[in-house]
């Protein structure tokens, strides 16, 4: 008898049939990994920025001084919207920034104004304002909050309108998307505070 050496068109087709489900299932786990790694990437980048913020907020408003035009320290106090005068890192001591923090489009932006001139004047339209924080899920509940010199760590924060000349003490609360998947609408909370020094009437806190 004649010996047939080969395979048949049926075992072909079964063996291309295996490998493409093979392949599609590699490619599957392959995807998954990498989008699950730069989903994850994603949040810690997150993480790490919304602390930065807050740090960089923190040192800026414990710093808070009059302005270089006799302006109070703080120049206005609202729930997503901050404006302050502060020193803090600038290579000129006596040189004193218009500092704003606010939130447009569950973007967080900071708008910086030096002052020029002599006397020295703050220009709002030399305002430059850069982008600090994306994906604010802060919705309803406020950025900032405010205290007066009785705050302890405990206690209730000052309710609007606020009064600026009650506030001692100022904490930022920022509400983020994690991003740890794929349409996630998972958050995390960074929320940070501190005196501000040249205001500062109550030694005990």
């Known amino acids: 008898m004649k010996n047939n050496k080969g395979f048949t068109i049926i075992e072909v087709v079964?063996?291309?049939?295996?490998?493409?489900?093979?392949?599609?299932?590699?490619?599957?786990?392959?995807?998954?990994?990498?989008?699950?790694?730069?989903?994850?990437?994603?949040?810690m980048n997150n993480i790490d920025q919304s602390r930065m913020v807050s740090s960089t907020f923190v040192n800026e408003i414990r710093n808070a001084i009059m302005g270089n035009d006799g302006s109070y320290a703080l120049n206005y106090v609202g729930d997503s919207q901050i404006i302050f005068y502060s020193n803090f890192r600038n290579n000129n001591s006596f040189i004193v920034n218009r500092i704003r923090y606010f939130i447009d489009d569950n973007n967080l932006y900071k708008g910086v104004v030096t002052p020029t001139g002599s006397p020295l004047t703050y220009n709002l339209a030399s305002e430059k304002v850069k982008l600090i924080q994306s994906d604010l899920k802060n919705e309803d509940v406020p950025l900032f909050f405010y205290y007066d010199g009785e705050y302890d760590g405990l206690g209730d924060h000052i309710l609007q309108p606020v009064n600026i000349n009650q506030v001692r003490f100022i904490k930022i609360n920022l509400i983020v998307l994690n991003q740890t998947t794929q349409n996630s609408n998972s958050v995390f909370n960074v929320s940070a505070g501190a005196t501000i020094r040249s205001v500062k009437d109550n030694l005990a806190n």
């Open 14 to 43: 079964v063996v291309m049939a295996i490998f493409i489900i093979v392949i599609f299932g590699l490619s599957v786990m392959l995807n998954e990994i990498f989008v699950n790694s730069n989903q994850e990437m994603m949040s």
